[in-house]
């Protein structure tokens, strides 16, 4: 679709009410088919490549803002004066920008391992911190440094593996940002605060984090709980920043439950 001159690439998928789906720094639908596979039988899923990844056009700068005025774009253009979102981490910060900026379009609301706030992508946070572990390194030796670091203890090779096999897909569909491009996207994620206006959402919420997430740990997605009127929030205590890879049943029965009323 253009939005606004830049192509944005969109699926659908299922049928029923609508669910946007929004995926994480660095990644794209390809991450979220697990999710897909597990909603489009209750919700007619959009998922969205986020400009700067995935089949989407990478423009050299952009920021948070315009990722949000890319989801309501994309609501207007396929006429959906209300849906669900669901954001994973990244995309959980553009959820709640659209909640926040439009409230009375977002009927339900999933945020997964999310943050209200930060001066810096989490990302480059944790990088920061172990800056002198990966002195010298490449930037892919550092991305798979900080990509392991993401997975709880309990989670075993075979969990971890699929996390590589994730990165190997997307290299051969030629969906991998450069190191220039996935800078540019965490740029967009530096010095937001939506922290004021989450009293404003009037989605009824849920907010999942994993107990060993270190890029959005718990105490973040409590933060937001309990600044929003409807939010209920749930820990997966299996899980780290990967939960649809970690703790996928548990995640998804979480967030069927919370979609259907239960």
Known sequence: ?????????VEEHGHGRPL???????SNIESMRPDIAALSPLRRVVALDSRGHGRSER???????DHVDDVLAVMDALELQTADVMGTSMGSYVAQGVATRAPERVSKLVLVVPKASG????????????AAELEGRSSDEILAFI?????????GPGIRAQREQAVQRDLALGLTQTPEQFQAASRALEGFDYRPD????????LV???RHDPLNPPH??????????????VVLEGSGHLPSLEQPEELHAVIRGFLEGE
């Open 1 to 9: 679709m253009d939005i606004g001159g830049t192509r944005i690439h």
């Open 20 to 26: 946007l789906m929004l995926h994480g720094l660095g």
């Open 59 to 65: 423009p050299a700068a952009y920021t948070l803002d």
């Open 119 to 130: 001066t810096t992508s989490s990302v480059a946070r944790l990088i920061g911190e172990h």
């Open 147 to 155: 990509g392991d670091l993401m997975f709880a203890p309990t989670s």
């Open 198 to 205: 989450l009293p404003r959402v009037t989605a009824d919420t």
């Open 208 to 210: 999942v984090s994993g």
């Open 220 to 233: 973040e997605g409590e933060v937001i709980a309990g600044l929003i009127p409807r939010a209920r929030f």
